[in-house]
């Protein structure tokens, strides 16, 4: 038993560093639904022209909140997406490195990477977040238990900015599959819509899968 137990861990591990693109790194974001479920959670999603950003403002999306002991939402992202991470009594990282698969960089310094949300705050608020609580919205900008937040190079993320897939991509193509899978699950969760350009790119990135 404990022989199939290691086999399946080893598996499971090797699976998901193929998956985000065989990096050095293999921590990430809580592993999405597969690229087939997706596929029928994006089927499932309203297809409409994209709300404004009128009323918009980043301090409605309060992060980043504390999360355990002194550990901030970007101070536990920082610790899972890292590699031999260590942290201060502050929880500040203070050695480890971050592999960004969006370029494949690896950086030593954390103030050289982001905590990106996959679906930007600003996207959100177009597609439906404008009417939710505060609360909800907090919520969504601190979300560790779906793959809403990633450690990235802070150059990629900026890069992306509040863009959706039509817009932009990681230059790493061989995590469009695990990108769209990401993406659609925040989407599902949240039942945010999306436009039709958005839809069309989310399925050729799920055809690389």
């Known amino acids: 038993m404990r022989r199939i137990r290691t086999f ?24 999405p639904p597969s ?13 409409k022209a994209e709300g404004t950003t009128t009323g918009y403002s980043r301090d409605l999306f309060p992060h980043w909140i504390i999360q355990s002991g002194t550990c901030d939402t970007r101070e536990e992202v920082l610790k899972r997406d890292g590699t031999g991470v260590k942290v201060d009594s502050s929880c500040h990282p203070t050695a480890g490195s971050w592999y960004s698969v969006y370029d494949k960089q690896t950086f030593t ?18 597609s439906g977040a404008n009417t939710w609580t505060t609360a909800k919205r907090q919520e969504f900008a601190n979300n560790l238990t779906i793959s809403q937040l990633i450690a ?3 150059s990629s993320n900026r890069s992306k900015g509040d ?14 599959c695990m990108y769209a899978r990401y993406w659609i699950w925040v989407k599902y969760t949240y ?19």
């Open 191 to 209: 039942k945010l819509s999306l436009q039709s350009t958005e839809k069309t790119a989310l399925q050729q990135m799920l055809g690389t899968c």
């Open 109 to 126: 310094n954390s103030s050289d990477v982001d905590i990106d949300h996959i679906v930007p705050l600003a996207e959100a608020w177009k």
């Open 35 to 47: 690229a087939s479920t997706a596929a029928t959670e994006l089927a499932s999603l309203t297809v």
């Open 152 to 154: 990235v190079s802070a």
């Open 8 to 31: 399946l861990i080893t598996t499971v591990a090797a699976t998901t560093a193929l998956a985000l693109g065989a990096g050095p790194a293999l921590a990430a974001p809580p592993t």
């Open 163 to 176: 863009k959706d897939p039509s817009e932009w991509k990681p230059t790493n193509t061989a995590v469009h």
